[in-house]
């Protein structure tokens, strides 16, 4: 609901999640796991963190799961929305469209079937 209240280019604020001991165990998964799969970098030692990632990704030991305290931040750094308790304000920043890029993706990955 929050990406349909963005791109209507609607106010939001986002009251973040709880988070107990438990919690805070799985903040720090996600962190990491967003760390080991971030694509944006190719040096040497970044193809072979990204590599690590696959690894334990495939043993089932580690898994790319959605980060909804990035996704919240990102949305915020943005400025497509505010922290709950903030004054509610018009979105300011540009609204991504990501449509066209997963598409590209897409067709990289499946080749010319």
């Known amino acids: 609901m929050m990406v349909e209240v963005v791109r209507l280019r609607k106010p939001l604020a986002i009251l973040g999640l709880p988070v107990g001991a438990v919690g805070t165990v799985d903040l720090l998964r996600r962190s990491l796991t967003r760390w080991l799969f971030d694509p944006r ?3 040497p030692l970044d193809r072979l963190r ?3 990632g696959r690894a334990l990704y495939r043993l089932r030991i580690l898994t790319h799961t959605r980060d909804f305290v990035a996704f919240h931040n990102m949305l915020v ?3 497509l929305a505010v922290h709950a308790g903030e004054p509610l304000r ?3 920043g540009e609204v991504p469209d990501d449509l066209a890029i997963a598409v590209q993706r897409i067709v990289a990955l499946a080749g010319d079937t």
Do not use: L, N, T
């Open 90 to 92: 018009a979105p300011v």
């Open 41 to 43: 970098s190719r040096s």
């Open 77 to 79: 750094a943005r400025g």
């Open 50 to 52: 990204q590599a690590a």
